[in-house]
């Protein structure tokens, strides 16, 4: 096959790709990105087999729905060329930094959905690798298209966020600069100009950004809100949306068995603990979605997976098979509300082990009936978590934390709580903290 790797040369870039690995203390990065964090059970197989002959046997689900293969030593040609082979690359290498678009991991099988967002994905993807001038992106620049499923990640920002909503009958895409679909939506389009809008969009943001302002929210600190849409309703026709407010919808860990849209049939989500899986756990879940499924899998932006189109009288077999495995398959255990970054075993910003640190912690957590999200980073650039959970430990050396609670009044992690606890001192502040709605 025709390697997209030798068509152009990478630009260098510090977040790995599947053409560029980027190293750590523990080796290579070799970052995956699915579209709309779909992943068939043969493409799944080769990324197990990848991990096992060419590195270090450890593989991420990451918090953009993406899987990322670490410890890659000396043989990273051949590791890239065994998961191009398997489909899974760039239909460009520039294209490869900007796939980054985010779906529902139950796109066009939740019951809620109001439309199927996977054939306007499609058409954004393919402008997004093929577009010269989008190579021009961030490889952080990122787009969510929401389609008012049930199962949705309403929190993490987004540089365009577009969802979708039902007005008179006729299906509509509200849409938003630089957050999430929780915010007040700047305008509407039809949903037939969903990615003419996505283009305009984009180019438009080329256009005006300097090269230092490579998100979103640098250009709107010096260009208003309102002086874009007027610019960009000379490309799109925009709706007036008046004094519309998002709906409120369930966003949380997918972790058990739920109906689809389709009669009879369930997705099964699983977690692996702390978002790491080992080859076996991988080709296990593969070969489970292959025989009782249609044979593919779904990352989520919770870093699990789901197994979709699953007949609901093999719904219980196969959470029994997936907790063989080793996944967590019960929501109320306690790592299913614990995330941690790499921390200081595989990177050289981490102050502490948060892994580590993130398995003492649940295992002090069995005693509390409502988990909120507890989220351990090992420096303040907040890796594991794109958005502020509502507990946040901050690494200040080995074994050590500044605790955080979320306050929407207030930048970064929230309000400060205590300097420098250990993780049985973090234990017991959570313990004792009562539990507000605002946790949520």
């Known amino acids: 096959m025709n390697s997209p790797q030798a068509s152009s040369p990478l630009r260098p870039s510090a977040c790995p790709g599947l053409l560029r690995v980027v190293q750590a203390l523990d080796g290579g990065i070799c970052r995956i990105k699915l ?22 046997g450890v593989i991420e689900a990451t918090n953009r729905a993406n899987l990322q293969i ?24 520039l294209g490869d930094d900007v796939r980054n678009l985010m779906l529902s991991p139950s796109a066009g099988i939740d019951q809620d959905m109001l439309i199927d967002t996977r054939p306007l994905a499609r058409q954004i993807l393919n402008s997004l690798q093929t577009h010269p001038r989008f190579h021009e992106l961030s490889a952080k620049f990122a787009v969510l298209l929401d389609g008012g499923e049930s199962l949705a990640m309403l ?16 299906a509509l895409l509200v849409f938003g600069l630089a957050g ?41 600190a010096e260009h208003s809100r309102p002086s874009l849409l007027q610019t960009l309703a000379g490309r799109v026709p925009l709706l007036d949306i008046g004094q519309w407010q998002a709906p409120a919808r369930r966003s949380g860990q997918p972790i058990g068995s739920f109906p689809q849209r389709q009669e009879g049939l369930m997705y099964v989500g699983a977690m692996p603990p702390l978002g790491r899986l080992d080859p076996t756990m991988l080709k296990g879940a593969a070969e489970l979605c292959a025989t009782l499924g249609d044979a593919s899998l779904r990352l989520t932006p919770w870093q ?33 509300s614990v995330v941690a970054c790499t921390g200081s075993a595989g990177c050289g910003k ?24 507890v989220h351990l980073s090992g420096c303040p650039r907040s890796c594991a978590c794109a958005h502020t959970a509502p507990v946040t430990l901050l ?19 929230g309000a400060l709580q205590a300097r420098n606890l250990t993780i049985e001192a973090a234990g017991a502040w959570l313990d004792a903290r009562p539990r507000s709605p605002l946790d949520a």
């Not at 981490?350 to 999200?373: F, I, S, V």
């Open 304 to 336: 699990s997976l789901l197994l979709p189109n699953i007949r609901h009288q093999d719904a219980a077999l196969v959470i029994q098979q997936l907790q063989a495995l080793g996944f967590l398959v019960d929501p109320r255990e306690p790592l299913c």
């Open 35 to 56: 579209d709309g964090g779909s992943l068939r059970a043969d493409q799944a197989v080769a990324v197990a087999d990848a991990a096992r002959r060419y590195a270090g």
């Open 180 to 220: 999430c679909p929780v915010d007040t939506p700047v305008g509407a389009v039809l949903l037939g100009d969903g990615h003419r809008l996505v283009v305009a969009v984009l180019e438009l943001f080329l256009e005006l950004a300097r090269p230092d302002q490579t998100r979103m929210r640098h250009l709107l």
């Open 395 to 413: 690494a200040t050396g080995t074994g050590h934390y500044d605790l955080y609670f979320r306050d929407a009044a207030l930048p970064g992690f």
């Open 70 to 93: 670490r410890g890659i030593g000396q043989q990273t040609p051949a590791l890239i060329e065994s998961l191009l082979a398997a489909g899974l690359g760039p239909t460009t290498a």
């Open 350 to 373: 981490g102050l502490a082990d948060t892994k580590g640190d993130a398995r003492q912690l649940a295992a002090r957590l069995h005693d509390q009936p409502e988990r909120q999200q």
């Open 155 to 170: 929190e993490h920002p987004h540089d365009l966020w577009l969802s979708a909503i039902e007005r008179n009958g006729e």
